[in-house]
C-alpha cells in the first residue's frame, strides 16, 4: 500500500507558481486523477487515524519554523517580476526594494543562519510491507539487483521499503539571495528589463530544499506505547497487545533500514518484553512506561534525519 499525504504552507502563490513554471503545470496530473488519489487518502485516513495524527504532528513542529519576513521577501520578488512583465518598472524596483528590506531585517536577525524556512510540505509515504518476512524478501531482492547492477529494478524494490514521514523545506540562501535583488535592481536601473527578469526567477528557482526523513514505524510505536499506558489499569489484555504492536513496529523499522544496525533497537526490544511481564502482573508500571517513553523519544529524535536536496 502506498499511502501518500501533502500538506503545503504559505510561499505566496504567485511565487511559486513562477518557481514551477510551465514543465511542473505539464506534470500535473488530471484533476479526475487526483480526486481518485485524495479519495483514497481519505479513506486510509478513515483506517489509520493514527497515521493522520503523526502527519498533524509533524506538520505543527514544521510550521513553527516558517519565517514571515522570508516568505514576505519571497512575495515581494515574485511581485516583481510580475511587474517587469507588465513593463511596470517602477512599481519593480519598489518590489526588489521592500524584499531587500526584509532580507536585511532577516540577515540582522539571524547572522549565523545561512537557510531561512519559507514553506514545506508534510507527506507520509508508507508503501513498505507490513509482514517482517516479506520486508526481508524484498530486501533480499533489491540487494541481488544491486549485485546484478540492476538499479532501475533495485530502485522499485527500494521505495517498496519505505515507510516514513517527510517533511521537505524550501529555505532561502541568505548567502546569495541578497546578491540576486542587488544585481536585479541594477540591471533594471540599465533597462536591461529581461536580464533582470531572469536574475529574479533564477534567485526563487534555487530556493535550497532539504528533506527531514523520520521513520514511521517508530512514531507509531510510540502511539502505541501511549495507548497501552492509559489501558494499563482498565484493560491488561489490550495494554500488552498493544505493547506487542510496539514491538512489531519498531522491528519493522530495522528491518527497512532505518539505522538498522543501530544496538538501541534490542534494548528497547528487552524493555518492552520487560514491560510486557510487569502489566501482566499487579505492580505500579507507571514509571517503567515514563522511562520507555523516554528511551522511544529519544530514539526518535536521533533517527529523524535531515538531508540537503540542494
Known amino acids: ?17 513562477l518557481c514551477l513554471g510551465s514543465a511542473a503545470q505539464a506534470e500535473d496530473p488530471p484533476q479526475s486523477q487526483n480526486e481518485v488519489e485524495k479519495q483514497k487518502n481519505e479513506c486510509e485516513l478513515k483506517v489509520r487515524p493514527e497515521v493522520e495524527q503523526q502527519r498533524k504532528n509533524a506538520e505543527q513542529e514544521a510550521g513553527k519554523n516558517l519565517d514571515q519576513e522570508a516568505i514576505a521577501a519571497i512575495d515581494a520578488t515574485g511581485k516583481a517580476i510580475q511587474a517587469i512583465a507588465d513593463g511596470k518598472t517602477d512599481e519593480s524596483l ?7 528590506g526584509k532580507i536585511n531585517i532577516l540577515m540582522a536577525r539571524n547572522p549565523a543562519t545561512a537557510l531561512i524556512p519559507v514553506s514545506m510540505t508534510v507527506e507520509i509515504i508508507d508503501s513498505a510491507p507490513l509482514d517482517i518476512s516479506a520486508i526481508r524478501a524484498r530486501a533480499a531482492a533489491a540487494e541481488l539487483a544491486m ?93 500488552e497487545n498493544l505493547l506487542t504492536l510496539a514491538q512489531n513496529q519498531l522491528e519493522r523499522a530495522r528491518e527497512l533500514g532505518y539505522a538498522g544496525e543501530d544496538p538501541e533497537y534490542a534494548s528497547l526490544s528487552k524493555s518492552i518484553s520487560e514491560l510486557e511481564r510487569q502489566v501482566r502482573g499487579d505492580g505500579d508500571t507507571s514509571s517503567a512506561f515514563v522511562e520507555l517513553k523516554e528511551k522511544v523519544a529519544e530514539f526518535f529524535k536521533r533517527l529523524s534525519k535531515t538531508r540537503d536536496r540542494a
Open 147 to 239: 549485485a546484478n547492477k540492476d538499479y532501475p529494478a533495485a530502485r522499485v524494490l527500494l521505495d517498496g521499503l519505505t515507510s516514513e514521514i517527510r517533511v521537505r523545506t524550501s529555505n532561502l540562501p541568505l548567502a546569495t539571495y541578497p546578491d540576486a535583488l542587488k544585481d536585479a535592481a541594477r540591471l533594471l536601473g540599465e533597462n536591461k528589463n529581461k536580464e533582470a527578469n531572469t536574475v529574479l526567477l533564477t534567485a526563487l528557482n534555487t530556493l535550497v530544499i532539504v528533506d527531514q526523513v523520520t521513520p514511521l514505524p517508530v512514531a507509531l510505536a510510540r502511539t502505541d506505547i501511549s495507548q497501552a499506558q492509559a489501558l494499563r489499569e482498565k484493560d491488561k489484555n489490550k495494554a
Open 1 to 17: 500500500m502506498k499511502h501518500t499525504m501533502h500538506t503545503i504552507f504559505p510561499l505566496a502563490a504567485m511565487s511559486l507558481g
Open 94 to 100: 519598489s518590489d526588489i526594494e521592500q524584499a531587500s
